[in-house]
């Protein structure tokens, strides 16, 4: 069938056999600890560091509140992450918030998000990243003047086709990409870091003099300048994705989150410092690109340097994000809420290239009208919405099943608080500032009801699908798989 009914037997037992029942496809445990590390490292540092410290700092008016703001952001994706890790344990299958979703409340909810997110969510993150690699990569080209859009758009559409052959080909050379990528972001950050600690043992602290002056205190403007610090921690969850993948899940899942979230916030407060070291807030406010007006004014001659980075981080993340993303679109394939060629794997690569191909298409369509900031506001209303349904998830598997084996605890009052802050900044925007934007995104969310019913609830399969089906399996080369049994 093209939509597979979804599988309410043992995951130890509903695997589908090949070659007549002798052989079993499954993704490989590939990704270690160093490579989870750098999964979540690499793919939160992306463009958000080097674009939305102005965005942050124009919401909520100076220098003081909006490092309280990335701070916040910070132990707020460390509360978030911690969380998952405790539902990776209880529920060892890939998929992130689909998967939870899907075990907890049922196969509706779980449907809607692996909806939104498969054809709107992750590609309009894909596209907002690789945008931002493509305006720093070709930005020393059109020094003094603003780089063509079309340039732009062809630059980021060529990485999101590389990005496809790198994930399509094997899942060890993804994962070499990331930690290689994610060093050199770290590198790069580095340098702005001790570049600031200099201008700050030099005297150059104008910028934190009154540094409380002139704070926003509205709850709308304070939500959206979460949005934007949030958009650079994004990626805390994405191990959670791949969680079939990982050597150890039980063990590698928390350390990785323990090890890169509480690395990354440091390394972003000490950043956003450099920064203001380095600018006035008014300076900062009218920088376009803030890496590179830093790299300007410290660096001088080798300020190009800025430019390499930021293309290099952009890169990585968009890696990481790509990773991820193709893997929620496999998952739901596989559960039979997406089309079943999309749950199948290359038979000699064993990637799940037909999702990754999809995630790519869809990218590709969101880069023609790509926007970085609506897509950020628009990706962070979505992402809150479903992070606060799936903590809410753990909450409940806390309260009435405390019976579930688990590996890993969290303590009931970290995932309040996120659950707190997902209803603040699900509601805040609403309430404070209501935006058309977000009918449409209300509304685009619950259209898939009405492909659900049809296609998931009665199970209407249409033929011609079918026949498309075999026809896409013979060309791409690709099989059905079977879970892995952790």
């Known amino acids: 069938s093209t939509m597979r009914e979804r599988k309410t037997t043992d995951p130890l037992h509903s695997s589908t056999d090949l070659s007549e029942g002798k052989e079993k496809l499954r993704l490989k445990q590939e990704v270690s600890l160093i490579s989870g590390v750098s999964l979540i490292a690499g793919t939160m540092i992306g463009s958000g560091i080097f674009m939305s410290p102005e965005w942050v700092l124009h919401h909520m008016g100076n220098p003081a509140s909006s490092l309280l703001i990335w701070a916040a952001c910070g132990l707020l994706a460390m509360f978030g992450a911690l969380s998952y890790a405790e539902l990776g344990t209880i529920i060892k299958e890939s998929g992130g918030e689909y ?10 909810p779980a449907f809607l998000f692996a909806y939104t997110s498969v054809i709107l969510v992750r590609p309009a993150s894909l596209a907002a990243v690789c945008l931002s690699f493509a305006e720093y990569t070709i930005a020393p080209f059109y020094p003094g003047c603003s780089s063509p859009q079309v340039a732009v758009k062809c630059t980021a559409a060529t990485c999101i086709l590389i990005l496809t052959i790198i994930n399509c080909l094997n899942v060890r050379l993804a994962t070499s990409v990331m930690n290689i990528f994610t060093a050199a972001k770290l590198l790069a950050l580095l340098v702005i870091v001790v570049g600031g600690l200099v201008l700050l043992a030099k005297g150059q602290t104008q910028s934190f003099q009154n540094g409380f002056q002139g704070t926003t205190a509205g709850i709308g403007t304070v939500g959206v300048a979460f949005y934007q610090g949030l958009w650079s921690y994004d990626g805390w969850n994405n191990l959670n994705y791949v969680t079939e993948e990982l050597k150890k899940p039980e063990v590698t899942l928390p350390r990785a989150v323990m090890i890169a979230i509480p690395l990354v916030t440091c390394l972003y407060l000490l950043v956003n410092v450099s920064y203001l070291a380095a600018m006035t807030p008014s300076e900062l406010l009218s920088s376009g690109a803030v890496a590179v007006t830093w790299g300007d004014k410290v660096l001088g001659s080798w300020a190009w340097l800025i430019s390499l980075s930021v293309a290099l981080s952009t890169f990585g993340s968009s890696n990481g994000t790509f990773f991820s993303g193709g893997r929620v679109c496999y998952i739901a394939a596989r559960e039979g809420h997406m089309p079943d060629i999309l749950s199948m794997a290359h038979v000699r690569c064993l990637t799940p290239s037909p999702a990754l191909l999809f995630t790519s298409a869809m990218s590709l369509i969101m880069i023609i009208s790509g926007n ?115």
């Open 99 to 108: 998967i939870y979703i899907l075990r907890i409340f049922g196969s509706f």
């Open 372 to 486: 970085f900031t609506s897509i950020v506001n628009f990706f962070s209303f979505m992402a809150w919405l479903f992070y606060g349904m799936t903590i809410s998830g753990l909450l409940y598997l806390k309260i009435k099943k405390p019976e579930l084996p688990r590996s890993y605890k969290v303590p009931i009052i970290i995932p309040i608080i996120v659950l707190m802050a997902a209803v603040y900044l699900v509601l805040a925007p609403i309430i404070d500032q209501p935006q058309t934007e977000i009918l449409y995104i209300v509304l685009f969310l619950f259209s898939g009801i009405i492909f659900y019913f049809p296609l998931v609830h009665f199970k209407y399969h249409p033929r011609f699908l079918q026949r498309v089906t075999l026809h896409l399996q013979l060309l791409l080369e690709v099989a059905p798989t079977t879970r892995d049994a952790n």
